[in-house]
């Protein structure tokens, strides 16, 4: 059994469309997929404690994310560049969760 087991859950899931041209910044793409995910698990941003970003070079830095979101007190964040599974092993370093909060994870494509 994982250290994090029971601390730590991905409550709601969020994405936005796929396309190679939206006309809108990676930061506000995020965003939409942070209210998504939020919106899925029945909490609203400032209930989010932590954020998550996974990319290769083309998305927004998690303090930047949260700033928008309207999150007051970021408890952990972290920026994971690169590609393969490193931002499916990630969640382990945030073991210490609060159970009723979630970490947002979103990637753009």
Partial sequence: MQPFAGRAAVAGIGMTALTRESGRTELELA??????????AGIGPRDVDAVLSYHLNDSAPAVQVARALGI??????????????????????????????FSAKYRHL
């Fill in 31 to 40: 965003v939409e997929a942070c209210r998504a995910a939020c919106a899925d």
């Fill in 72 to 101: 007051e007190r970021l408890g952990w964040h972290n920026d994971i560049a690169g590609g393969g599974d490193a931002g499916g092993v990630d969640p382990g370093r945030r073991g210490d969760a609060d159970t009723r909060r």
